[in-house]
């Protein structure tokens, strides 16, 4: 683990700099089964490949933002804020 | 060149030149032993006078480890030897070796089977087996190493003449290189040549022509050029240790682990020679043939008398050349299939051969060389066998990282430099130059390490770190440890301090033999980072001291007596006592009387705080809170509770609504970062217009409580504080002695009392003015203890000590702080389904019976067996009996039930209550 992290405020530093927020899931509807809800919490896929991801700048600008991370190469393809969709 | 250092080797002062090092001021001072090996205790001598074999580690100026053929000296520099006892010319612990059979290969796999026996043997074996020991006290321990991070746009690691053309071209090309080399002066191996007699200066961006002459000035001239340009910085007597994640470099230089992060990596590493197998291959006086070019052609030492030079080459080549300039005499040149064995005591006497006995001083061996390609391999190369060169080769690197020179199995000085020259200009993206595709010159040609099936009695050393023999090698495949990397593990041969560079090519080449296949079928063993040993020191860094908080009243408190608690980087009074022999307990009741019957006034500056405004500040509260705070109105404040998805209770503190945009939050002290952050993260993304400020730092807090504060607080406010004006839970902006101050009224110790925020730097001030206001009614302030007992008579829970990582507000009796009739919050499901199900446990309330006092953590128990657990426990004064907070099974938690606590060796009967101990209807702190 000491790959750079490219924080689209700050630009590329050290992932220590970081904390991570675990893959980006999307959160059951208020109203949905104890099923979903269960799988929400605690399932964790830890799929091999491309996976998007919350980072936050901890030592930097302190903002959340989306890594795309490959989860073989550990290598991150792209991070942006999560206004800026894509 | 004349003496002008002077050095000592156990205690003994030791001239020395200062271009020495502290084997060749050593060596010239006539030691021979630097060294005693780690089983046996034989004695070892210079090897490769290269920094890659473990036998002159010695201990410098306390540190141990330190190997001293690539130390420089520096006067009065504090040189030890280790590992030997009572010297290194004579160790009684030599006579280990007589006992080698009794330690055969595995010999702890296979003697320590039982835990009794290795607590038995290891005293013996840690004062026998080892290297250096670490000295004095950690008070005497050397200081700390520096980290520092640095970037580069290339990195070259070598700095011979491939490394040299590297950084020369990628810096004229415009780049920043930094160049690592491990040496003491750049060059490489042209240090040591007597003479280079080509024309390299057009292959060099360099001033003045380099035409040939001495290696040691060519190189001299080379390094020059190098030093010349202002954007390469070199980094000498430097090892490049590992290449980790990122193209991060890991480089130790002194006292200084550098971390490097560059755009691209030169490898420019070259071979290092490693040792021929055969018996006594160890004793001093058997050296390589470039530990002996070196310390002739940089040191001008006279090695010996007669040398008998092991070589494929009929005339003993330049080696053989060398020695004869510096006066030793040539015995004989042997071919390595004629050599029998050394022999002597402590040092060479003669070469055995075939043919004849060979009187002699000194044994040269031209060994294999072995490509140093460790970075490359861990840069993704692939390492190929290659017949021919008797070596393993560098292939398909990857993009960021070139090779050039002797580790890409050219040997020759034009093609280092021409590749050199191109890795340099790729690297710092320049157009290549012409004629720069030329193929091998000198392909390297490394003879093989075994030439003649050994003797099963003499010791022919494969491994010198661990003092593995051949027959040990060979004992461990008939074991069945075949494959390289089982026999590495079972046998630990690779894995001492050369990091396999001497062993690793004899150990493939005796499992190639065994299996009868070639060198390339068996492999190498994977190359990790470190490739060199490295402090552990080194990579802790340096003794950086803890960040310690303090509020702004700190030295008050220390000026009262305070006796102080670490919460988190905080320090907070836990009791204060004016006489330091004063119980704690009898402290903690004067400040627990106060607040109940006068009035008591706690720093509460290290609670964390937030101002949370915006248009959706409500919105973004009644969805990261479980209870609802759209609805609060301004002027009011209510408690508040975090929990995650699954309803685990996280942090809580008080939420206050300043304005209708405008909400202030205190968390608990060490929760401050997590809940800001996690209010950050759900409003991410949502468009929701809000800003979170932690303003901890920022603001004091004083907390005056108990029946008098209202009329302590009257004296220095006109805000009105009555109880129908500033009723309980109320809260607002208002000047108290003059300065601005947020004033909540809260009840978590049970009495009337304000939570008065305000600017740091009025602390000392505002503490001050309390105290004296307060001195007509006696008041006392009180610390963390006090406040813990003031509350858990109140029953108030303390998240984190009386809640764990499994507690929802059902179980922990919150159940009213989670409104389920709001759409949705964070947690919410995790709730309703707690609520759905019938709990496991429930935290209660408990009053002991008799008069005993349980500690936090006791057990409760059922028939004997611990089903419960107390979390918080304290004598009440108010009851006159301890009370408490417990984890109890649902079915033993009500009201009136007695449950029995585990008390060392007995238990104690408690009865569970159901309203809080003090004050049950809360009256008290509403007045
Ligand atoms: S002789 Fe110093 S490390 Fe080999
Ligand atoms: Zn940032």
New binding site residues.
Partial sequence: MSFLLK?P??GD?SVYEFRFGGKLKPRPAADATEGEWLRYSYEHENAAGPQREWWY?RL??R?WFFAVRDTCANSVEATFFPEEGA | MTDSARIFFNDEPIPARPDDTVASALFRHGRRIFGRSFKYHRPRGLLCAAGRCPNCLVNVDGVPNVRACTTPVRDGMKVAHQNAWPSLDFDLMASTQLLGWAMPVGFYYKTFTRRWMWKLAEPLIRRVAGLGVIQGTPADAPPSYEHLHQRADVAVVGGGPAGLAAAAAAAGAGAQVVLIDDQTKLGGHLRFLRRIDEEISDLIDSKEAIKGGRGNEVAGRLEAAVREFPNVKVLNQATAFGLYEGRLLGILQDRRLIHLRAGKLIVATGTYEVPLVFENNDLPGVMLSSAVQRLINVHELKLGDAAAVVSHEEDGGAVAEDLRASGVRIAAVVPPSDVRRVKGRRRVRSLLTRRAEIACDLVVVRGPRVPDAALLSQAGAKLVWDDEAGAFLPASLPDFAAAAGRVTGDTSLRGALIRGRCAGLEAAGAPRGPADDEPFREPLRSPAPLHHPLSREGKAFVCYCEDQTVRDLEDAMVEGFEEIETLKRYTTATMGPCQGKMCQLPSIGICARRKDVAPGAVGTTTSRPPVAPVPLGALAGPHLHHPVKRTPMHELHERFGCVWTDMGEWKRPLYYTKDKNAPMRACVEAEYRAVRERAGMIDLSTLGKLDVAGTDAPKLLDKVYTNRFSDLKVGRARYAVICDEAGVILDDGTISRAAPDRYFITTTTGNIEFVQQWLEWWAAGTGMCVHVTNVTGGFAAVNVAGPKARDLLRKVTKVDLGPKAFPYMGCTEGEVAGVPCFLMRLGFVGETGWEVHFPAEYGEYLWDTFLEAGREFDVWPFGVEAQRLLRLEKRHVIVGVDTDATSTPIGADLAWVAKMDKDDFIGKAGIARARGRPARERLVGFVLQDESIPEDGSAIARDGKPVGRITSVRFSPAHGKAVGLAWVPADMADPGREIDIHLSGRFARAKIVADPFYDPKGERQKR
């Fill in positions: 924080c405020n700050c530093r700048h930097g600008c903002q």
